[in-house]
């Protein structure tokens, strides 16, 4: 049983992923920080239903603390797919953003995405088989007003998706990002209304989670062995 590492694995998209990954017959880790109750949640619904599930809580932005977590997950043997979901958004206009919000976005959405995936590489290379799954943003593709450092993280995150995916392709490992557009859920709620979701989306509505979890239980899957260093836009047709 292969085992799947999912950061950020308690809120709506990395709840969904958990789910689809244990159904796909992964051994799953749900990640939480701030809301480890909300993991603990989600590894029950994936028990109840035969699959195999474990919390663990760290900061993926503390870097000590997360090696220090991910090398004793390690001690159970290897993981060899990694879905780097965790992220936060601080917004605001970056005429008016502090120093402080500037660098908790990037610590977590990039500083983070290394502190996972760096301590998990070499013993990934040793199975000669990985998959990491990036959860990016389309903020990272075309920018988006008042999320500077938002959409620096994820542009970041694409830069470093190719380049490692070059660096892991001939030992059986690809690398991808998911780009997603809006995506229904708590914080999407909260930004759109239904008439804006039908103004921006040509699909006139917006994706769910399980759509997100779907392309990631596909790019997991042995049948995407080919498909390395993309960055899929799931957006329901925003170019």
Not at 17 to 34: E, F, N, P
Not at 69 to 78: F, N, R
Request: with cysteine.
């Amino acid at each position: 049983m292969k085992r799947a590492l999912v950061t950020g694995g308690s809120g709506d998209i990395g709840r969904a992923i958990c789910q689809r990954l244990a159904r796909d017959g992964m051994q799953v880790i749900v990640h939480a920080y701030q809301h480890p109750e909300r993991a603990a949640a989600a590894v029950d619904a994936i028990r109840i239903t035969g699959g195999s599930a474990e919390v663990a809580a760290f900061d993926v932005a503390d870097e000590d603390q997360t090696r220090r977590i991910v090398t004793e997950l390690l001690v159970a043997g290897p993981i060899q797919v990694l879905v780097n979901n965790a992220g936060v958004h601080d917004d605001a206009p970056m005429a008016g953003m502090s120093s402080a919000q500037w660098r908790r976005v990037i610590d977590v959405c990039l500083h983070g995405f290394f502190n996972v995936t760096q301590p998990l590489l070499l013993p990934m290379i040793a199975t000669r088989w990985g998959r990491i799954v990036n959860i990016s943003s389309l903020a990272g593709v075309t920018g988006n007003r008042g999320q500077t450092n938002y959409a620096a993280a994820k542009a970041g995150l694409h830069g470093a998706t190719r380049a490692l995916a070059l660096e892991l392709a001939s030992r059986g490992i690809t690398v991808n990002a998911i780009a997603p557009g809006i995506i229904a859920g708590q914080a999407a709620e909260t930004a759109f209304d239904a008439a804006t979701i039908k103004t921006l989306v040509p699909m006139r509505r917006a994706g769910t989670p399980g759509e997100v979890a779907d392309l990631v239980g596909f790019l997991a899957s042995r049948e995407a062995s080919y498909l390395t260093g993309q960055i899929i836009g799931l957006n329901g047709g925003i170019v």
